[in-house]
């Protein structure tokens, strides 16, 4: 169970989430929705340790763990994964020692042996074949030339692979093509356990269609100003997100 | 305050006898002028364009030995026999300080018949023929005070002959050893010479079997004839007290092509100086260097590559990954000149500094007196690249192993780029373990064994 308490969190200075209060509980998939700068990302990035963003007030915790006491790479060996909104590219290191690396880390932190070659290669293949990754992007670099829809689907790869309990998708569905976000999201429902649970980011009701979330949250500018059923995500593909904003008045100068 | 030069002005003038006594008269017949040049130059100074990195003469200030009576210094070449890339095969030849090494224990390789690999003092005593139209030929004593000094003292060092039309069918691998139970200068000196269509693919691997300070000059005379091929890679693991002064000519001949790779894994001070001259027509020169240092290890390459005749390539690739307080040079000059039509030249230095307190001074210099050519030149110093070193993590590769596997990435361009598969492979593991700092002072020897641990006395 993942629980975020009164979270302020910012980057060079600069405040960004003024206060998040979230629980997520096992097996429950919420979305995020909220326009953009609104922090959804931001909130992502400081879930799974990236060192640019300083926390200054709240808490985090993962299964009574405090989070924000462990390293990036600690996190996501306790189950943690973020489909990145735009995933690097990193030039010379492959696909499969990457990957290799960070299973074996993982499976390292548990006390476990290294997987034996043969086997990582074959859960490579099994692997691939959830999200129809082609064998090709697999031999490459990591994200090496891939184009956008590409990476959002090495994205998901990589998570089958790794198997987090709690999965972040940031905007994984944004460059991806029809067809590919359907195998996408299949890939992404087969891999759902009543043990995993996930924070899904979208702008869209799209992937929602595919990815039924049992709660959605609607942030704006670094506060989350409501949180109801999947039905809320439909309202907001017709009505926009002004009808949420905080009373006129309120909090005028942090929009400016 | 005494200049670094007078102790070796004062050796040369004791022992000048010694030193031809014990050596031959191809070598000896330029000790003399070598000397003179020496004197008249010195040491160069920082401000010499081509020696702007390296302080030469705070190198050469220590009193080191010279072994000017040409003593024996038993090695076990079983030992160093391990320092072999496995699975290539080589015919393996070994020089120890700066003699070529030949006793009874160690085997002769076959080679095809007209072959020669052997001593450069012996063949020259016996076919000076071989010898005397090339020696000293490109190295000139006048023009560089390491030449000089070399050409002043060395006695012997290594004789490679290919005939015409000849291909070397396996890879010769040369193990220079330094060997001492003092701190010792050794002056190594190397002529290759490939005929008409001779190919060769040559490795060097530079050791040291104790922890004493070196000091080394070698000197290495490379003729590449008339569409004959050259593949020469070679790779330094010494220790932080090496100072490697290392000068390296190669002259390339109508439609020849060379390839020439230096990979220092391990150094103390290494300045190697690599001069190409392409001075007949469709040659190809491709030059390819790595250089990992940490701590307080100094490398500085610096090449010169001279387009003298029209329709030849030139491609050069130095990546360099510093840690530490470790400082990387890189100098290339690509020199066109008139008449050189149709020159193409390709230069990159790209390097990565680990740490705030590595240094790296890079300066790629185009230099083009023809019109109608293709030249291009780059260089780039960066960090690890942060996005990169995140997104690993939050895959959850720790923060050491993600530095590592991006550093590796990094120089890995260079060692795929070897045409030796069995090099590259071996490479491709020697880095990896540097990067963990598993590597020995010889790694090259198996793992975690000092060469020194097991001498023979
Ligand atoms: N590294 C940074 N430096 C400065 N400002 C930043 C940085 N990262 C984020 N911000 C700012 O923080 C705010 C929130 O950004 P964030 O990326 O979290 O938004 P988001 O909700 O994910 O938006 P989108 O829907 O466009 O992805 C924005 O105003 C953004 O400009
Ligand atoms: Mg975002």
Not at chain 1, 196 to 205: D, G, K, N, P, R
Not at chain 2, 295 to 302: I, V
């Amino acid at each position: 169970m993942l629980e975020i308490h009164d979270l302020h969190a910012g980057i060079n200075g600069k405040e960004i989430l003024k206060g998040i209060d979230l629980v997520v509980k096992e097996g429950e998939v919420h979305a995020l929705m909220g326009h953009n700068g609104a922090g959804k990302s931001t909130l992502s990035n400081v879930i799974v340790g990236h060192p640019a963003y300083e926390v200054t007030q709240g808490s985090i915790t993962w299964n009574g763990k405090d989070l924000l006491a462990l390293k990036p790479e600690e996190r996501a060996h306790e189950g943690i994964f973020l489909s990145f909104q735009q995933p690097v590219e990193i030039p010379g290191v492959s696909m499969v020692n990457f990957m290799r690396a960070a299973l074996n880390a993982k499976r390292k932190y548990h006390g476990l042996e290294p997987l034996p070659a043969a086997d990582f290669l074959k859960l490579m293949r099994e692997k691939r074949k959830i999200v129809e990754l082609d064998n090709k992007l697999a031999n490459r670099s990591v994200n090496e030339g891939f184009s956008g829809g590409e990476r959002k689907r090495n994205e998901i790869f990589q998570m089958a692979m790794l198997e987090p309990t709690l999965s972040i998708l940031d905007e994984t569905d944004s460059g991806l093509d029809v067809d590919a976000l359907r195998v996408v999201a299949e890939g992404f429902n087969k891999l759902r356990t009543p043990q995993t649970s996930a924070i899904v980011i979208t702008h869209y009701q799209r992937l929602l269609d595919y990815i039924r979330p049992d709660v959605v949250h609607v942030l704006i500018d670094g506060r989350i100003v409501k949180t109801a059923g999947p039905e809320l995500a439909a309202e907001i593909e017709q009505r926009g997100f002004d009808w949420l904003k905080p009373e006129a008045g309120e909090d005028k100068t942090d929009h400016i | 305050m005494m200049r670094s030069e007078q102790q070796y002005i004062d050796l040369f003038t004791a022992h000048h006898e010694a030193l031809s006594a014990h050596s031959v008269p191809a070598m000896n017949a330029l000790r003399e002028q070598a000397f003179e040049d020496f004197c008249r130059m010195g040491f160069p100074t920082q401000k010499v364009e081509r020696y702007k990195y390296t302080d030469v003469a705070e190198a050469f200030a220590p009193d080191y030995g010279v072994n000017v009576r040409g003593l024996a210094f038993p090695v076990n070449p079983y030992q160093a026999f391990r320092c072999d890339v496995p699975n290539l095969s080589t015919s393996l030849y070994f020089v120890v300080n700066d003699r070529f090494y030949d006793d009874e224990t160690v085997k002769r390789p076959s080679l095809p018949e007209g072959v020669i690999i052997d001593s450069l003092s012996r063949v020259a005593r016996e076919r000076p023929q071989l010898v005397e139209p090339y020696y000293g030929r490109l190295a000139r004593s006048s023009k560089d005070a390491i030449n000089a000094l070399n050409t002043m003292l060395a006695q012997d060092g290594l004789f490679i002959y290919v005939p015409r039309n000849l291909a070397v069918p396996r890879p010769i691998q040369v193990v220079n050893i330094l060997r001492a139970d003092v701190p010792l200068m050794a002056n190594r000196r190397t002529l290759v010479v490939l005929e008409e269509g001779a190919q060769l693919q040559l490795l060097i691997c530079d050791h040291a079997m104790d922890d004493h300070a070196f000091l080394t000059t070698q000197v290495v005379e490379t003729f590449v004839g008339e569409n004959a091929h050259l593949e020469c890679y070679e790779l330094e693991e010494t220790h932080s007290q090496n100072h490697r002064f290392s000068n390296t000519y190669v002259d390339l001949s109508a439609c020849s092509t060379a390839t020439l790779g230096s990979i220092t894994l391990g150094c103390g001070l290494t300045r190697n100086r690599t001069d190409v001259t392409l001075s007949g027509e469709n040659g190809e020169a491709r030059l390819i260097g790595a250089v990992i240092a940490d701590g307080e290890q100094h490398a500085d390459n610096n090449t010169l590559i001279d387009h003298r005749a029209p329709n030849c390539q030139s491609t050069e690739l130095y990546k360099y990954v510093l840690d530490g307080s470790a400082v990387g040079a890189f100098a290339g000059r690509v020199l066109v000149r008139e008449g050189a039509q149709k020159t193409t030249s390709q230069e990159t230095n790209a390097n990565l500094c680990a740490t705030r307190t590595a240094r790296m001074y890079t300066q790629p210099m185009l230099e083009i007196y023809a019109d109608d050519v293709k030249c291009s030149h780059g260089s780039t110093v960066g960090q690890l690249n942060d996005a990169a070193l995140f997104y690993m993590r939050q895959r959850g590769v720790p923060e050491d192993e993600a530095r590592l596997l991006l550093k590796f990435a990094f120089v890995g361009e260079v060692i795929d780029s070897i045409h030796l598969p069995a090099l590259r492979d071996r490479l491709h593991y020697l880095v990896e373990k540097r990067f963990r700092g598993e590597l020995g002072r010889c790694a090259g020897c198996g793992d975690n064994m000092k060469c020194g641990g097991e001498r023979q006395q």
